[in-house]
Structure formats: C-alpha cells, structure tokens
C-alpha cells in the first residue's frame, strides 16, 4: 500500500503539469495560446500584466508578481480547504496510532507476502472503523478547479506582449534563469519539508517524506526550460505555498488536534471486529488423516475378559 500511495502522490504531481500546459491550447502558425481557458483567464490576465508594466511603470516582473498575488489570493480559500482535509485525515491517524501503529509494524515486519497482505488488510478495516481515509482525504475537484487559474497564468507569465523582451533586476524574463530555478526548487523544497510538520506516524512521515521530493525535483526541471518570467511566477507561488503552510502547522492543525480529540472522546475509536484471518477449515485430506484409528484388537480383549 505504500508504493502504491507514493506511485499516486508522484502520478498527481506528474499530471498536474501535464495539465497546467495542456490546459490552454497553442496555435502552431502563431504559436500563441488560444481557447476558453486563455479568453475567460488567461487574456485578462495578460492584461493585468500590462498595465501594472506600462501603465504604472513597474515593469513586467512586478506585473507578473502583482497578477500572480492577486489570483492565489483568489483561490486561497479552496487551496486551504485541501490543506485542512489533508490535515484533519493526518490527526486522525496521530490519534489511532496506538490502533494503528501495531498492524503497520506487522506489516513492516511480515516474512511472507501472505502475512503482509492479511495486515494490509487489516490495516484498511481498522482505518475504514474509525473514519479514516486511505488518502488522506485529498479531493480532487478543488485542485481540478484551481487548475485552469493555474494553466492560465502559467500561459499569461510566458506570453504576454513585452514580458520577453524584458528583465527583472537583471534577470532576462525570456531566457531560462538558473538563479531563479535554485530559487524555486529551493522553496518548494522547504514547502514540502514544512508539510511534514505534525505527522507522528513513521511509515506515513516517511512515505510522505519520499513523495515531497517530487515536487522541487519536477518544478526546477521545467524552470530550467521555461522562461524566467514563467519561473517568477512559480517563486512568488512557492513563497505563499510556504506561507499557507505555515497557517496550516500553526493555526489550523493545532485547532483540528483538539477536534479529533473531541470526536474519539465521544466515539471511542475501537479496533477492527473483523479481523482477516486464515482459513483455518479443516479439509478433507486433514480430516482423514486425524480420523480416529479403530482398535482392531479391542474385541478379542472383550473376549478374552
């Protein structure tokens, strides 16, 4: 089950860059972006951009990092309630480690695949009795909402008129920036190192500590082949993904911490009644082979008495 949640944690993060750039079309003889993600987002945008640029004479990389501000602050909200899901699943297993902690520890252990499977299986029906996710509570359709807002102003950051011809404090926004790339994967690094924050159990901590590398190591490789002004607007999001973290550790896990305690105070957490076991069933080669044996002599002593 571990692989399996690592092999879906890297799978999510490889398709969620697949779709932030395949979210907004580009025409192949103009190669500029174009469909209903790039009208309804992506343009206005773009035009944001501008104006804070040339309008206000603060220059494209403000521009991008003002536009950028504005539209997490925007989906803020729901990037919070999938950090509180993720959190409340996260307390919930703290809480039932004494449950838990004994099944994994099986499983950690087990000399036959048998043996792992029957803990694994376990493991899932102590967690289902108690109201825990096998995910962690990860929904999909907040991120799938962000996503398009995302998609756009990865599209607004790389197209917009004057933003490759332009620089930020001497960093060339249309060329790659190896500076701004050790930058963001530095952040998203501590981002993720912060995520861990909280987690008491070892195999979760650990698995989760595996699955975070993913997102420095794929975010510095597409910086290093986009554009500055792309890898700008993935710093300032990777510095209010740190910020958001920080709520999370400090604010809200401590508030969820008391909760889970209140809920299993009124319904104590149990462990699972259904345990998987063994076929123990006696078969038909087992019960001949420990059918009583009939004293063949027993008669003749009768006899003989």
Not at 114 to 124: G, H, S, V
Not at 152 to 171: C, D, N, P, R, Y
Not at 201 to 212: F, G, I, L, N, V
Request: charged letters at 15%; one cysteine or more; hydrophobic letters at 45%.
């Amino acid at each position: 089950m571990k692989k399996n949640k690592l092999a879906l944690l890297a799978s999510m993060g490889l398709a969620s860059l697949v779709f932030l750039s395949g979210c907004v079309s580009v025409d192949r003889k103009t190669g500029n972006p174009t469909g209903l993600i790039w009208n309804l987002l992506g343009r206005p945008m773009g035009e944001a951009i501008k104006f804070f640029a040339n309008n206000l004479g603060l220059g494209f990389g403000i521009g991008i990092i003002i536009v950028t501000l504005i539209v997490r602050l925007i989906i803020l909200p729901l990037g919070l309630y999938q950090s509180w899901k993720a959190t409340y699943q996260s307390e919930k297993m703290n809480y039932l480690k004494p449950i838990l902690g004994p099944i994994q520890e099986r499983m950690k252990n087990a000399s036959t695949q048998e043996e792992k499977l029957l803990a694994q299986q376990e493991l899932m029906a102590a967690q289902r009795e108690n109201g825990v996710s096998m995910f962690g509570g990860v929904g999909c359709l907040p991120l799938l909402i962000q996503m398009p807002f995302f998609s756009a102003l990865f599209f607004a950051a790389q197209h917009t008129k004057g933003v490759a011809e332009s620089s930020f404090l001497g960093i060339a926004l249309g060329k790659p920036s190896l500076l701004l790339t050790a930058i963001v994967a530095v952040l998203y690094y501590i981002q993720s190192m912060l995520s861990l924050h909280g987690i008491e159990d070892e195999t979760q901590k650990e698995s989760m500590r595996k699955a975070s590398l993913m997102s420095p190591i794929m975010i510095g490789v597409f910086s290093l082949i986009s554009s500055a002004g792309v890898t700008l607007y993935w710093v300032v999001g990777g510095v209010i993904q740190i910020i958001q973290q920080f709520v999370i550790n400090y604010l809200i896990r401590p508030n969820l911490r008391k909760r889970v305690a209140e809920e299993y105070k009124n319904n104590p957490p149990k462990a699972t009644s259904h345990r998987v076991k063994k076929d123990v069933t006696p078969t038909a080669t087992t019960q001949i082979q420990h059918k009583p044996k009939n004293n063949r002599n027993a008669g003749k002593q009768r006899n003989r008495k």
